[in-house]
């Protein structure tokens, strides 16, 4: 197996996480309290430590949270979303009208707000964006799909864009919220794709780019002459921060233990077995799920056994989500719910479909004619009751968590086979189609990842065909009422896990740790650290 | 001389054709698929649609012929263009000049921590009188083998720089940022070298010329420095012609524990996501290093030791 060896970089986390633990009991390093330091005020330099090269910082084609990080403070987009609430906010627009059918968005602009060399941002800037992340294609990852369908941007007046799409995409104002589709000047447009990347950028956020080294760091700074702040933001005018650095360090323990001895003021990317030894050092963890859908076994219902609905729904109701959290993650984490994480919009708690019960497990592999075998796991007519998992390594405890499910499953009869494969067998099998159940996540705030995920029209990896979810997913793209919309995303939720097309175990966080001199960074919908409002003491 | 240079010319291009070429065959054999792995962010591929995947995988030309991207892309590798990073879009050539000062600052740094260290350990050990000590000396290089490159640098880290605060423990900036990730990648090297060197005094040491030597009355500093150093730093000079491979190897590990962005950690991340353009660049300096390497070797040898000479150089003549 090429992949079933453990990456270097998981053995050398352990190792770390031992002589942290060792050299904790010896150091005590008391945060003093900050006192008087409690008011915002404006002035230095933030160095913040990042998992990952973040290889494009152009707001358009930034792929990761590591290159969102740095984006986000590059430009302000049209809308901003409430993080606690879902609610879409007024940011470079004060306001916008939807179409019935949700074809049509027109935003009407702030007229005070411009871009870093001073040019103003107008309706023209909208259109010119918007075309522009069209042009980028499939280089603009997101941008592809929050724009499908895309006719064309309306300079209806200095101030009012129009934007229309050939078919309803209700989704697309929540899009307009995200990094992606946030707004370059002219000067950057202009330039070759290929060439934004590493800047220079000319955005219409409260930072400008200094400069991007691939593989090292991004280094931004203030702008003074900023005006905005998005309807949530905590205060407007200039960012308090003089700089930021993000600097990439892919090593889990060597960024905590940076943060530990001051080398940074905080960190990405917190690995679950250091969040404790960080606790007892006095840092600040903050952390939220990531919107989207939970880290899950998605089924592949083409095979005669994940194909039959008794053994999805046993998989749902056998899984213990509570211990999988408690043993293996952290406190930060939480057991799924729902088809949807709980900080997307329109989730909807069904915790009850998902109630830890190995009785009913049993009743139902039973029932459908799975009998024990003599070594415990379940057969019917001759066939083994085998499930082939596929996973990646691409989250530290992956494969710990497995081996607790594959525990926990075997406890009602149902074997299971882990295969850990490289990104790039995994996804290849994803594709071939050669496993039972494959384990994984995805993020987006916007309930419409259902869609991506489970509508038969697109990739549909887990071989779906099922049209009254197919409606109702239909039927949430075109709704423009956002209480008709999140009715018809609570029924697609529950469908989904009737149905156990996916079996939902936890929600993938992002932990962050923060140096006791640092304040006011606020997560934003995805999850993604925001510094607008940040400072430090 | 002629002559040979001209066949060791050609020998150099074909190597670094080959290079290219199985580099190529090994990247388009492995399973995955960049277009996807690209789309996906490197995560799961079930919320990416066909849509995106076969628009990256036709921007990129990943939809061609193969013949006909091989073609393409070695054509204009002639010229010098190793095309773009699938990833960010920058030139190769501008991501390999970015990262290899870096690599070779730590690499260079490594091999003099390594023959400092490891002659140092191998000269005091035969030096000392004190047969206990000289034990304890010798058992060192074995450890220093045996430790895996990533452990000791992050016990380093642990003490040198989370602890005692001395060194940063991450970046590649100054003089400060060089010592811990140098100082790990040298360990295995510095251990091989006190082995082989030690060794190689031991024999010389007994040879009858030392004999010679004291009986003429030069004192035991001279004997070991002037004598027996002299003949016995041949085999550990040739180690360390082989040692710059393992230095480059190690600068994988070394370079990601370290946070510094050199050809070492470049690379991994290439190979993890499949970044054809990166890691065939990555091949050919690799091949260029190479072929220069074994020629600079190759020329100087006979200058080293005159009882070597020319072997080689006759032959090409007379072909």
């Known amino acids: 197996m090429p992949g ?66 740095a984006a986000r403070g590059l430009v302000d987009s049209l809308t901003d979303q409430n993080p606690a609430t879902g609610k879409i906010v007024p940011w470079l627009a004060s306001s916008w009208e939807v179409s019935p059918n949700a074809t049509a968005f027109t935003f009407h602009l702030r007229d005070d707000a411009t871009f870093s060399d001073g040019t103003p941002v107008d309706a023209r800037s909208v259109k010119e964006n918007l075309d522009a992340v069209v042009q980028l294609g499939a280089k603009s990852i997101f941008g592809s799909g929050y724009l499908s369908g895309y006719k064309g941007t309306e300079v209806v007046d200095a101030h009012t864009a129009k934007v229309t799409f050939d078919h309803p995409n209700a989704q697309f104002l929540q899009a307009t919220s995200t990094t992606t589709l946030g707004l370059l000047a002219d000067a950057s447009l202009r330039r070759p794709a290929d060439s934004l990347c590493t800047g220079p950028l000319i955005g219409s956020g409260p930072f400008v780019l200094d400069g991007y080294t691939p593989g090292k760091s991004v280094e931004l700074s203030r702008r003074a002459n900023y005006k905005g702040g998005s309807g949530q933001a905590g205060h407007t005018g200039p ?164 081996e607790l499910v594959q525990q926990q499953l075997k406890k009602v009869g149902i074997g299971v086979t882990l295969r850990v494969l490289t990104i790039a067998d995994y996804q290849q099998a994803q594709k071939s189609g050669d496993y039972d159940l494959a384990w994984g996540n995805g993020t987006r705030a916007d309930p419409d990842i259902l869609r991506t995920a489970f509508s038969s029209k697109l990739l549909n990896l887990s071989h779906i065909h099922d049209t009254r979810l197919e409606d109702l997913l239909d039927r949430q793209a075109s709704a423009a009422d956002p209480a008709q919309r999140a009715a018809y995303v609570a029924d697609a939720q529950r469908r989904v896990l009737e149905q156990a097309y996916q079996i939902p175990v936890f929600e993938m966080t992002s932990v962050y740790a923060l140096g006791s001199r640092v304040h006011g960074i606020t997560l934003g919908s995805s999850s993604q650290a925001q510094f607008y409002d940040a400072w430090l003491s | 001389m002629r002559n040979y240079l001209l066949r060791r010319l050609f020998q150099a291009v074909f190597v670094l054709w080959a290079a290219y070429t199985v580099s190529f065959g090994v990247l388009y054999l492995l399973p995955g698929d960049p277009a996807t792995i690209m789309a996906a962010g490197g995560g799961d591929a079930s919320t990416v649609t066909r849509e995106q995947t076969d628009a990256l995988r036709h921007q990129y030309g990943l939809d061609q012929p193969l013949a006909q991207q091989y073609g393409t892309r070695l054509l204009h590798a002639l010229h010098g263009d190793l095309g773009r990073s699938v990833q960010s879009g920058t030139p190769v050539t501008r991501l390999i000049a970015q990262a290899l000062p870096t690599t070779l600052q730590l690499a260079a740094a490594a091999l003099l921590v390594a023959v400092v260290l490891g002659g140092a350990l191998a000269l005091l050990a035969s030096w000392t009188r004190s047969g206990p000590l000289r034990r304890l000396l010798l ?181």
């Open chain 1, 239 to 402: 960012a308090y921060l003089e700089r930021i650095s993000f600097k990439v360090v892919p090593e889990s323990g060597v960024r905590t233990g940076s943060l530990e001895s001051g080398q940074v003021d905080a960190i990405a990317g917190v690995a679950p077995q250091d969040e404790a030894g960080l606790r007892s050092q006095g840092e600040k963890l903050l952390s939220r799920p990531n919107p989207g859908v939970p880290v899950a076994l998605s089924a592949n219902t083409s095979r005669p056994q994940a194909g039959d609905i008794a053994v999805r729904r046993a998989l749902e109701v056998a899984v213990d989500r509570k211990e999988v959290v408690d043993t293996i993650l952290s406190g930060s984490y939480r057991p799924a719910t729902s088809s949807l994480s709980s900080t997307t919009d329109d989730y909807r708690d069904n915790a009850a479909l998902l109630a830890h019960d190995p009785a009913a497990a049993e009743r139902i592999l039973d029932a459908a004619g799975w009998k024990p075998g003599p070594d415990g796991i379940r057969a019917k007519n001759g066939a083994k009751l085998d499930l082939k998992i596929i996973l990646a390594p691409n989250f530290g405890p992956n494969q710990s968590v497995l």
């Open chain 2, 139 to 319: 058992s060192l290089p074995a450890a220093g083998v045996s430790a895996p490159t990533f452990w000791v640098g992050l016990v380093l880290v642990q003490l040198l720089s989370f602890r005692w605060r001395v060194f940063p423990a991450f970046g590649d900036e100054g003089f400060d940022s060089l010592v811990l990730p140098s100082v790990t990648l040298a360990l295995p090297g510095a251990a091989l070298i006190a082995q082989v060197l030690a060794r190689s005094l031991r024999t010389a040491l007994a040879e009858p010329y030392i004999q010679t030597a004291l009986a003429k009355g030069a004192g035991r500093a001279r004997v070991l420095f002037g004598h027996a150093l002299r003949n016995a730093s041949i085999p550990a000079l040739t180690l360390v012609g082989v040692m710059t491979g393992n230095v480059l190897a190690g600068a994988v590990v070394v370079e990601t524990v370290f946070a510094r962005a050199g050809i070492g950690r470049e690379t991994a991340a290439a190979v993890t996501v499949q970044d054809i353009p990166v890691v065939q660049g990555v091949v050919v300096l690799g091949a260029v290093a190479f072929v220069l390497t074994t020629l600079a070797v190759d020329l100087i040898h006979p200058l080293l030791d005159p009882r070597i000479t020319t072997t080689t150089d006759r032959t090409a003549v007379a072909a």
């Open chain 1, 4 to 69: 079933s060896r453990p990456p270097a970089a998981v053995l050398a986390s352990a190792v770390v996480l031992s002589v942290t633990l060792a050299a904790c009991s010896s150091t005590s390093s008391s945060s003093s309290p900050s006192g008087a330091d409690t008011k915002p005020h404006a002035g230095g330099h933030l160095t913040f430590a990042l998992g990952s090269d973040p290889l494009c910082v152009d707001p358009h084609q930034a792929a990761t949270n590591d290159a969102v990080y």
